[in-house]
Each structure stands twice: as structure tokens, then as C-alpha cells.
């Protein structure tokens, strides 16, 4: 089992900048997939970024030059790096891995853009 917990959401201005953070622990033995969804109020959960052990790494187009996937292998720890934040940014964010053939999900974290 992989435990994810997300850190790192708060009340910004657009504009402004947040980095949110993933902490996995648990039986990490390779983490095949890191990435960071979204879901907006009355809306779908949404793929923001994703990051393969290998590969290329994905950015939903709109947040294409203004967020940042990142992780620390040795530190077990995915991050999500957000500039220039806009009011449609506005949602809860869940970090996700994959691991052998299983989803993992944190509990997510409250991104709000507002003035």
C-alpha cells in the first residue's frame, strides 16, 4: 500500500503562485506514475499533469507554461508548481501515483484564486 498526502493549497490572488506538495510513503518500490488532478465544483475530475517514470511528461493545455510537475525520488515526494494563477484555476487538487498495476490518491488539497 502507497499513502499520498498533499500539502501546500491555500487562498491566493490571481496572479500569484502556490507549489503543492505530494508525500508518499508506505511499500514505494517504484512509483511507475506521478501526476496531479483537479476538480472544480459541479465539474469532472480533471488531469492537470502527469509525469511517467519514463517518457514524456503531459500538461493539460491550459495550464501549459504556468505549472510545473517535479519529484524527489529520494524523498518520495511529487510536486506541483503553479505561477500565474487564474480564478478558473480554482479547485481541489489530488495527487496521484501508480505503482504495479494500482491507483493510489491522496485526499486532496484546496486551491482557491480569488481577490
Known amino acids: 500500500q502507497v499513502q499520498l498526502v498533499e500539502s501546500g493549497g491555500g487562498l491566493v490572488q490571481p496572479g500569484g503562485s502556490l507549489r503543492l506538495s505530494c508525500a508518499a510513503s508506505?511499500?514505494?518500490?517504484?512509483?511507475?506514475?506521478v501526476a496531479w488532478y483537479r476538480q472544480a465544483p459541479g465539474k469532472q475530475r480533471q488531469l492537470v499533469a502527469r509525469?511517467?517514470?519514463?517518457?514524456?511528461?503531459f500538461y493539460l493545455d491550459s495550464v501549459k507554461g504556468r505549472f510545473t510537475i517535479s519529484r524527489d525520488n529520494a524523498q518520495s515526494t511529487v510536486y506541483l508548481q503553479m505561477n500565474s494563477l487564474k480564478p478558473e484555476d480554482t479547485a481541489v487538487y489530488y495527487c496521484?501515483?501508480?505503482?504495479?498495476?494500482?491507483?493510489?490518491w491522496g485526499q486532496g488539497t484546496q486551491v482557491t484564486v480569488s481577490s
Open positions: 496521484y501515483a501508480l505503482q504495479s498495476g494500482l491507483n493510489y
Open positions: 508506505g511499500s514505494i518500490f517504484r512509483l511507475d506514475v
Open positions: 509525469m511517467p517514470s519514463s517518457g514524456s511528461t
